[in-house]
């Protein structure tokens, strides 16, 4: 059986992504405990985690150091790196959208939009025909049109509570989110066997997960 190294995102991710792979029946400790290590090596399956940082995931993958990953939908779009998506997770569902301050329109001039997804806001506001200017940003994205930095945000939309609580309200749904499992082209081709098993055991976790919500 090959070696498989997957890259796992930490943060809000990596426990319901770790649940799934215990109920796709890896041989896992049931809890990985919360140290500092950034590699977790679970040899009775022949894995090798690395964890890293969302954004950094398909990174890893593209460069083959890590053989499959799992990477949110806005990182993919927002990066569109040489990997392969293998299966929808439907995991960590949220979506991208614009938001502003109530009853506002953008200014008519090169409009300010703060975020941390450049690429996917420059796409959206090209595709709707407005000329905007980017100010991009790695995080407290709301604080953006609160202090007069930008007209409108473009960032991730969860419960809906952060925009709430700083007194914003969304104009535009941009793109729907959820995390994916990701390949690298070579890998997928050399370990193929192995990648197409674990696809085989999720999806089937995927499918029962939407059977239970119906
Ligand atoms: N409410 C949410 N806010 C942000 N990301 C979410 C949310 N819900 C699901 N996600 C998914 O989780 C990923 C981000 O995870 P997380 O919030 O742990 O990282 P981060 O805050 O972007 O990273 P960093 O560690 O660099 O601050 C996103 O790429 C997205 O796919
Ligand atoms: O709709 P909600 O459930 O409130 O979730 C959305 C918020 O969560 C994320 O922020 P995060 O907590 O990752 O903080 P940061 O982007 O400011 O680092 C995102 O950037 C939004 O601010």
Redesign the pocket.
């Known amino acids: 059986m090959n070696e498989l190294t997957i890259a796992m ?6 426990e319901e992504a770790y649940r799934m792979l215990l109920e796709a029946g890896f041989n896992l400790p049931a809890e990985v405990e919360m140290s500092r290590k950034l590699m977790i090596e679970i040899p009775e399956e022949k894995i090798r985690f690395i964890l890293s ?3 950094d995931v398909p990174v890893y993958v593209e460069h083959g150091v890590a053989d499959i990953g799992i ?5 993919l779009l927002e990066q569109q790196r040489e990997v392969h998506e293998l299966l929808d997770l439907k995991i ?3 979506y991208i959208a614009s938001a502003g301050l109530p009853n506002t329109s953008m200014n008519e001039i090169a409009p300010r939009i703060a975020t ?1 997804y450049p690429n996917i806001a420059m796409k959206y506001y090209k595709g709707i025909g407005e000329q905007v200017e980017i100010i991009e940003l ?2 407290s994205i709301e604080l953006a049109p609160m202090i007069g930095l930008a007209d409108r945000i473009v960032d ?4 809906g509570r ?1 925009l709430k609580e700083n007194g914003l309200v969304e104009y535009e749904f941009i793109t729907a ?3 994916r499992l990701i390949a690298n082209p070579v890998s997928y081709r050399m370990k193929g066997e192995r990648i197409m098993d674990l696809v085989k055991r999720l999806k089937k976790c995927v499918n029962e997960h939407k059977n239970n919500q119906i």
């Open positions: 995102p930490k943060g809000r991710i990596f940082k969302p954004m990477a949110g939908k806005d990182v960590s569902n949220c941390k790695n995080g991730i939309v969860s419960t952060t989110v959820s995390s």
